[in-house]
């Protein structure tokens, strides 16, 4: 969709997001996952059909929804679990208007994010940093970085027992660990929320964690101390949305211009986490309007070192 029609609304893009999920649903379906009614549904069917993203069928008395075989351009977007892009709702607003209804998806491991960028299951995301600079490396330029994002909110947590320090693989957790040279053996978790009871348990000594989840380790009596990284998430995108490079990169920038102004409850929201934590975290970042390409080339060497450190060898030999 070229732009996004006044009418269209939150209900439409999860309608369209179902459909999209499902790909064929009945019109049953849809109410039953959207909690409406059928005829409420059917309403706004008639509208995404109108604007051609939907085609609408009768069969034997049923009424089929899925995605157009020739659909206008509809878009997916990543974001990581954090309390870190308040602005990303201007971004979506952004998008909307140049391609209708934006399907975001949040996740809590950021090189599967990586990986579905490159795939181009989502075709922009919020993406750390060195995750971004692995993913364009491997995806032989298919991931470019093209705004700015973050900065700060990530520190290292330390436990009362265990022993090695735990991390999200490929990404600036892993970075953070090299700078302060955390003590082996390095572990792998699929996200914060894994980390953070690994510390609870004891189970590891050290855990390199983000806001809003630092403040959850500082809640529960543990030790906490700052790491600074002065790009965390940089907005990355799949080269198949080139043609909207510096249209999207003005969008972000302008929204990141205003992220202290942001409305976090709705952002809170869209990130399943509690408000009042969003709310005292997020002040622990810093925001940037674009990628400060000195800095991350300065933090290449740290870079190379986190991604393969000195357990690399045997971990992957096992002949």
């Not at 994002?149 to 990404?171: D, N, Q």
Request: charged content about 20%; hydrophobic content about 40%.
């Amino acid at each position: 969709m070229p732009r996004r029609p006044s009418g269209i609304n939150d209900l439409d893009l999860a309608i369209y997001g179902h459909i999209a999920e499902g790909g064929e649903l009945t019109l049953s379906e849809i109410s039953r996952l959207s909690g409406r009614s059928k005829g409420v549904i059917f309403r706004h069917l008639r509208k995404l059909s109108a604007l051609g993203v939907i085609e609408v069928r009768e069969v034997g008395g049923v009424l089929l929804a899925s995605p157009s075989r020739s659909p206008r351009r509809v878009i997916a977007m990543g974001i990581m679990r954090a309390a870190e892009y308040p602005y990303v709702l201007g971004i979506l607003r952004g998008l909307r208007d140049i391609y209708g209804p934006v399907r975001v998806l949040v996740y809590e491991d950021a090189w599967r994010e990586a990986q579905d960028l490159l795939s181009g299951r989502i075709q922009l995301a919020m993406v750390p940093a060195l995750t971004a600079l692995v993913a364009n490396r491997l995806g032989g330029g298919r991931v470019q970085i093209i705004g700015g994002g973050s900065g700060g909110g990530m520190g290292v947590v330390r436990g009362t027992g265990g022993s090695g320090h735990a991390v999200v693989r490929t990404s600036n957790t892993e970075l953070c660990a090299e700078r302060l040279g955390l003590d082996g053996p390095r572990s792998y978790f699929g996200g914060p929320g894994d980390i953070l009871g690994a510390l609870v348990s004891g189970k590891v000594h050290e855990g390199v964690l983000w806001e809003p989840y630092l403040s959850m380790a500082s809640a529960s009596g543990l030790r906490v101390e700052q790491c600074e990284i002065e790009h965390c998430c940089l907005l990355s995108a799949n080269s198949g949305v080139a043609d909207q490079y510096g249209k999207i990169s003005r969008i972000a920038a302008a929204a990141i211009s205003s992220a202290r102004s942001a409305d976090l409850q709705a952002y809170a929201k869209l990130v399943d986490l509690p408000v009042q934590l969003v709310e005292s975290s997020v002040r622990g970042y810093s925001f940037h309007e674009a990628p400060d390409v000195a800095y991350l080339e300065r933090m290449l060497d740290a870079a190379r070192r986190a991604l393969l450190p000195g357990s690399s060898v045997r971990d992957a030999v096992v002949a």
